[in-house]
């Protein structure tokens, strides 16, 4: 309902998205085609050097499976410029600066694409991930509308075993490999953060229930994991301001006082 609504009421008819071969950009790609029809959505998927064989096989599978179009532009020449450029040479030096180029890169890339073709670009952004800020700014944030930024990663696990409950849509391999950016050799999500359950129940209790870390801590979580956690959802506060608009699911209007942005809250 929300994603028609975006799309009806300011004139767009078509969207596109990057398929990375994860679960997030699997589910938003199931939202749109519901939402739009499957000829109204496009999937972009653009391996670096970092991509697995797996995702790219997940990717295409989901598309075909969708009916959706379905492109692949590789972005490893262009990331070999930018090494060039800042490092002097192609090879890497491996700091974040280059994991986050590759994201800014597919982003350029899907603006382009909405310009030249009339599409939105949508995130494919958790609310999991938006919280803390593993996201990266004018790179997988960019876009008009964020279908998923309030739904948390534990529930885009649920809501993809759903989609599958008639026939295989979303690929098995997805709902099943370890979540990874893939933005540097064998990445993987809990290299960075908290496990899921772990974070979702954190960030859970401090977004819709409101509660102190005293009173996290009484629930019996690690009080230097929930500081860790709100601390990094008070630093990336400059990146929700400036991501798309997300569709409000679970964040409540108003709780304990503290007044919502769209992805989380100002902790003030």
Known sequence: MGVCDYFSKNGFKKAVLGLSGGVDSALVACIMADALGR???LGVYMPSRYSSEHSR????TLAENLGIQYRVIPIEDIFK???KVFNGS???VGDVAEENVQARIRG???MFITNREGRVLVSTSNRSEESVGYATIYGDMCGGLA????IPKTVVYDICSYVNGDREVIPHNTLIKRPSAELRPNQKDQDSLPPYDVLDAVLSMYIEEGLSVDEMVARGYERLLVCNILNMVQRS???RRQAPLAIRVFSPIE???RNPVVHGYRWE
Do not use: W
Request: proline share 12%; aromatic share 8%.
């Open 39 to 41: 000829e109204n959505v």
């Open 57 to 60: 096989q997940d990717a295409q």
């Open 81 to 83: 410029e930018y090494l």
């Open 90 to 92: 192609p090879s890497p």
């Open 108 to 110: 350029n890339l899907l």
């Open 147 to 150: 279908p998923i930024a309030d």
């Open 237 to 239: 506060e400059y990146k």
């Open 255 to 257: 709780k304990a006082g």
